[in-house]
């Protein structure tokens, strides 16, 4: 987003720096957001609290990924000026009770709908 900012803007490209250190996502969503999004540029702090995997082997393929991709391609409404997909909600809402029966914190979980 900011790139296309100072891409349509009058702003020196030698004026602003890439900030390439992320401290949040999981190491196995910020790979996958870094070859995306930013060309691999992307690193984890080392900062970063490892996370305890045990509590989500079980429910992914990937524990170091621990990522569920839904596909839901055309199943979306337009309302306006915005989206609706009732079929996403549904299945986000059985992954979900998925991580309650297994005590998962709530807290620890991020949902992403990509548009």
């Avoid at 987003?1 to 401290?23: A, C, G, I, V």
């Avoid at 910020?30 to 045990?54: F, H, N, P, Q, W």
């Avoid at 809402?93 to 979980?109: E, P, S």
């Amino acid at each position: 987003m900011f790139e296309r900012l100072l891409k349509f803007t009058r702003f020196d490209p030698d004026s602003y720096s890439f900030l390439n250190e992320q401290y949040r996502m999981h190491p196995g969503i910020s790979s996958i957001v870094s070859a995306l999004t930013y060309e691999g540029k992307l690193i984890d702090s080392e900062d970063l609290e490892s996370s305890d995997e045990s509590t989500v082997s079980e429910l992914f393929p990937n524990p170091k990924k621990p990522i569920h991709m839904v596909d839901t391609l055309g199943l979306e409404l337009k309302t306006n000026r915005s989206f609706t997909n009732g079929n996403q909600a549904a299945e986000v809402l059985k992954i979900l009770n998925i991580f309650r029966l297994a005590n998962i914190d709530f807290g620890r979980i991020g949902v992403i709908c990509m548009y």
